[in-house]
């Protein structure tokens, strides 16, 4: 079964950067489409970035020209880097497949907090 470690996350003022990563286990994982996804209090989990294993990339709107989402196939690990980052960013950020992988296949991680507040 695929573990996703997320690592990264933190306080930070409205407009700063964070960077966070993602390392996976298992052999496939540059076979994947991986996803960054984020949960703020009382709402859904939500997909906010994705990428191939080629490097192609999607953004949600409420995210596209401030974060930027990359990989490492050889560490098995995927990135997103978050600029001019706002209040409204404040969630745990998690990672997975694009779509999730299923729960027999590989599991959630614990996430990590981004607080972005002043």
């Known amino acids: 079964q695929v573990q996703f470690v997320e690592s990264g996350g933190g306080l930070v003022q409205p407009g700063g950067s964070l960077r966070l990563s993602c390392a996976a286990s298992?052999?496939?994982?540059?076979?994947?489409?991986m996803g960054w996804y984020r949960q703020a209090p009382g709402k859904q989990r939500e997909l906010v970035a994705r990428i191939t294993s080629s490097g192609i990339t999607n953004y949600a709107d409420s995210v596209k020209g401030r974060f930027t989402v990359s990989r490492d196939n050889a560490k098995n690990t995927v990135y997103l880097q978050m600029t001019s980052l706002k209040a409204e960013d404040t969630a745990v950020y998690y990672c997975?497949?694009?779509?999730?992988?299923?729960?027999?296949?590989?599991?959630w991680g614990q996430g990590t907090q981004v607080t972005v507040s002043s």
């Open positions: 997975n497949s694009a779509p999730p992988l299923p729960a027999n296949l590989g599991s």
């Open positions: 298992g052999s496939l994982f540059s076979m994947y489409v």
